[in-house]
């Protein structure tokens, strides 16, 4: 009878235990975000696009000319998944906006800025590019 | 029976630890998703640093890009600038960009951001480290600009582009060494025209660094371009200037240094970002 006892007891921890550890890996792997639509990775790609559009000088470009075209190619070409606008503001004023085609954030996940100087004739002017973005 | 409950422990713990190891993942990982602190804009004093060291680059329309060549123990560091500024009020626009970091930027970041430049609007000179060399201007029009050299440097190679037609080279305060000197000198300049200069007859030689030498160069119907090498008055040996009036010039200066640290560009300009100070790094090569 002890024997039994034994066994009987052993499988009721056993069960206790795989329970808790089912529960246990279901709930960290509910907290597990694939890298696809990993915030971390849209914000660094927000901040590499408005770093090479300003050491590029299009950015610059596009706060002279109010031609976005360029803005409008480097927003279309980041991954499918990422919906992201830039808006540029001279001062605090903004003076431009470029939704990547097709997607607007209701709620923008992240938020990057950075600021710039548009050089034209003779004078500067002080501007900022404020990257917005989120999954589709 | 005692072996199988030696198994049931051995398994337990090792479960335990495959769960220890997930979790600690997840957390090295940040959990994957943003804070409402992070979710706000410009998230670190480094970026900030990076950001305004880049909006300066463009003030001075200074590009710069250095390669190691560790086996020739030698450094190439290049300055790609042009003299003098193209702004009307240089000054003016500075104040206005350090004030809009100060204020308008700070504000929209959400950060505390502070510039000292009380030294940079002085003496517009950015220094080149470990090899004690300074670049720099007069002031912020930028119309004179200065190397103050070191002996490391053992070559510039100097390529202008200017605006204006020269009609006229003055060479007479310049002498080229007929051995070799500790410095050697390149130039290929053009001007408007596309015509190449000479300096007496010569595009590179050797001259003495420790005397000083000028030449000048007259445009139609107006413009001068100065250039002085060797050992200039409050600068010492090695250096080298120019002095642009009434004319652009695209000017790419490359160094040869003698060594094989890798160079630190930095301008006297204390930036801090809430807590965190540093002075502005321009370029790390």
Same mark, same amino acid.
């Given at each position: 009878m002890s024997r039994g006892f034994i066994l009987t007891t052993d499988s009721v921890i056993a069960v206790i235990l795989s329970v808790f550890i089912a529960v246990s890996v279901l709930t960290i792997s509910s907290h597990f975000v694939y890298p696809r639509d990993d915030p971390h990775a849209l914000r660094e790609a927000g901040r590499d696009l408005l770093a090479s559009l300003e050491a590029s000088g299009e950015l610059e470009e596009a706060a002279i000319s109010g031609n976005n075209e360029a803005l409008l190619r480097a927003l279309n070409s980041? +991954? +499918?998944t990422y919906c992201a606008s830039i808006q540029i503001f001279k001062n605090t004023a903004p003076v431009m906006q470029v939704n990547r085609t097709g997607c607007t954030c209701e709620n923008e996940l992240v938020i990057y800025q950075r600021t710039f100087l548009a050089i034209s004739d003779g004078s500067q002017r002080e501007m900022f590019a404020r990257f917005g973005g989120c999954f589709t | 029976m005692k072996r199988g409950f030696v198994y049931a422990v051995i398994f337990t713990a090792l479960f335990l630890m495959l769960l220890m190891v997930a979790r600690i993942y997840l957390l090295s990982e940040g959990s994957m998703g943003l804070s409402k602190a992070e979710k $706000? #804009?410009?998230? #670190?004093a480094g970026l900030v640093m990076a950001d305004l060291s880049q909006d300066l680059l463009h003030f001075l329309d200074l590009g710069i890009e250095s390669k190691t060549l560790p086996a020739a123990s030698r450094v190439n560091l290049t300055f790609h600038n042009t003299i003098p #500024?193209?702004? %009307?009020?240089p000054g003016t626009e500075f104040g206005e960009w350090t004030a809009f970091v100060e204020n308008d930027f700070s504000e929209k970041t959400n950060l505390n951001i502070s510039m000292n430049y009380v030294d940079f609007q002085l003496r517009p000179t950015i220094t080149v480290s470990p090899y004690n060399i300074t670049y720099g201007y007069s &002031?912020?029009? *930028? *119309?004179r600009l200065v =190397?103050? $050299? #070191?002996? &490391? =440097? %053992?070559n510039y190679s100097i390529v202008m582009r200017l605006s204006s037609n020269i009609n006229e080279t003055n060479a007479s305060n310049w002498s080229w060494s007929a051995t070799p000197t500790p410095l050697f000198i390149a130039f290929d300049i053009e001007d408007s025209e596309g015509e190449r200069i000479l300096i007496n007859g010569q595009e590179a030689g050797y001259i003495d660094p420790s005397t000083y030498n000028s030449f000048v160069l007259s445009g139609t119907p107006s413009g001068r371009m100065v250039v002085e090498a060797g050992s200039l008055p409050g600068y010492g040996n090695h250096s080298l200037a120019f002095n642009a009036s009434d004319l652009r010039a695209r000017i790419d200066t490359t160094l040869l240094l003698n060594g094989t640290d890798g160079v630190t560009v930095f301008a006297p300009i204390w930036v801090a970002v809430n807590e965190q100070q540093s002075n502005l790094i321009l370029f790390r090569g």
């Open positions: 980041l +991954p +499918p | $706000g #804009s410009v998230d #670190s #500024s193209e702004l %009307t009020y &002031a912020l029009d *930028r *119309r =190397i103050n $050299g #070191s002996s &490391a =440097i %053992t």
